[in-house]
T-cell receptor, first 116, second 113 residues
């Protein structure tokens, strides 16, 4: 069955430091992968997505992610974190009948705190 | 930029009552979804809807739940008899034909007392 694992429940980084959030997926075919961000009390905003092609994808707000098929991973990175990046980050894989993105399966999320 | 909207932003209801959560997807989108997020937990898929019928539903989406697209713009989720455990944030999403990404609304927080 398809699944997504985010092994880090909570991460704290200092402002200006680099960030890497881990995501591992389980999916039989070529995955469609997404990272969403959720600020407190807000909805889900798409940061970036991977469908095919270049395995390093760029997203909004200076984020990037790298798809590694051999490791079944799609880790999110940012070279320099800003205080406004404090939020919860969800990795998701597209799955389902009738189309690879007919539903999204989400990981449990990683809560990012940013220290001044 | 087009966006998915949801109303109300917060709904409080008593156990056993019926609730209808409303969503207006992006106007030219054809695929519609409901997800829920219980406080502190991950976002879970409930149902997908295409061509006026359910295309897939999860185990959570039992007989107490139903979806409808009553007109050309709204997409609703009805819970017939709410239970305490239905308290959650409910997200609507939509997707265009040929697209891969789903666009999410801001959510409706449902509180069942």
């Amino acid at each position: 069955a398809q699944s997504v694992t985010q092994p880090d429940i909570h991460i704290t980084v200092s402002e200006g430091a680099s960030l890497e959030l881990r995501c591992n997926y389980s999916y039989g075919a070529t995955p469609y992968l997404f990272w969403y961000v959720q600020s407190p009390g807000q909805g889900l905003q798409l940061l970036l997505k991977y469908f095919s092609g270049d395995t390093l994808v760029q997203g909004i707000k200076g984020f990037e992610a790298e798809f590694k098929r051999s490791q079944s991973s799609f880790n999110l990175r940012k070279p320099s974190v800003h205080w406004s990046d404090a939020a919860e980050y969800f990795c998701a894989v597209g799955a389902g009948y009738g189309g690879a993105t007919n539903k999204l399966i989400f990981g449990t999320g990683t809560l990012l705190a940013v220290q001044p | 930029e087009p966006e998915v909207t949801q109303t109300p932003s917060h709904q409080v209801t008593q156990m056993g009552q019926e609730v209808i959560l409303r969503c207006v997807p992006i106007s030219n989108h054809l695929y519609f979804y409901w997800y829920r997020q219980i406080l502190g937990q991950k976002v879970e898929f409930l149902v997908s809807f295409y061509n006026n019928e359910i295309s897939e539903k999860s185990e959570i989406f039992d007989d107490q739940f139903s979806v409808e697209r009553p007109d050309g713009s709204n997409f609703t989720l009805k819970i017939r008899s709410t239970k305490l455990e239905d308290s959650a944030m409910y997200f609507c999403a939509s997707k265009g034909d040929g697209d891969y990404e789903q666009y999410f609304g801001p959510g409706t927080r449902l509180t069942v007392t």
